[in-house]
């Protein structure tokens, strides 16, 4: 597995990928990179990590570079994130979320298929391996305030803002049928 640390607009990342695609970013507070390294040792017991930083500079740049014009036929970064058959079914409904737009944890709790899990919604996404990758950022409140963020609310209120979402919820149809269609 290779891993570093790379700088995005957000802050430093920690940025880890397997044959099989990335199956780590965070962000990583200031001083606390070595802190970082260990708890991804701690979540990939069995693997051995090769830092390299360049590759770590190479995949930010592509996760947070925006291109000048949509291309057709763009490659996509392939995602390995381990986790529970729940949780993995969460991810997958997290990343039907368009960018710009937010969700609830109760409708990512209906796109699974279980309106009362918003709960174990809340424990699913709090675990994404991959921040940014699998949008947790996107997440809100049913009352609309952005609540909690792993890498803190300032991040997250700067992600939104970046991908252009409104910092309210947005209770159209439309975001229902997308949600839904998540499985």
């Not at 701690?42 to 000048?68: M, Y």
């Not at 709960?119 to 699998?134: E, K």
């Not at 947790?136 to 252009?164: D, F, M």
């Amino acid at each position: 597995m290779t891993a570093g640390f790379a700088k995005s607009p957000f802050g430093t990342c920690l940025i880890a990928e397997t044959p099989r695609g990335i199956c780590h970013l965070s962000f990583v507070a200031p001083k606390k990179a070595a802190a970082a390294w260990r708890k991804l040792q701690q979540a990939w017991p069995r693997a051995v990590l090769c830092r390299d930083d360049a590759r770590a500079l190479f995949l930010i740049k592509r996760i947070f570079t925006r291109p000048k014009r949509p291309k057709s036929g763009a490659a996509f970064l392939r995602i390995f994130a381990k986790g529970t058959h729940f949780q993995r079914r969460v991810w997958k409904a997290l990343c039907k979320v368009p960018q710009g737009r937010l969700t609830t944890y109760g409708h990512l709790a209906a796109a699974v298929g279980n309106l009362s899990a918003a709960r174990a919604v809340g424990s699913a996404v709090g675990a994404n391996p991959v921040a940014y990758l699998i949008p947790c950022h996107r997440v809100i409140r049913k009352t609309g305030s952005l609540g909690e963020y792993h890498w803190g609310r300032a991040r997250k209120q700067a992600l939104l803002a970046w991908e252009g979402a409104p910092l309210q919820l947005m209770r159209q149809r439309q975001e229902d049928l997308i949600l839904r269609r998540a499985l």
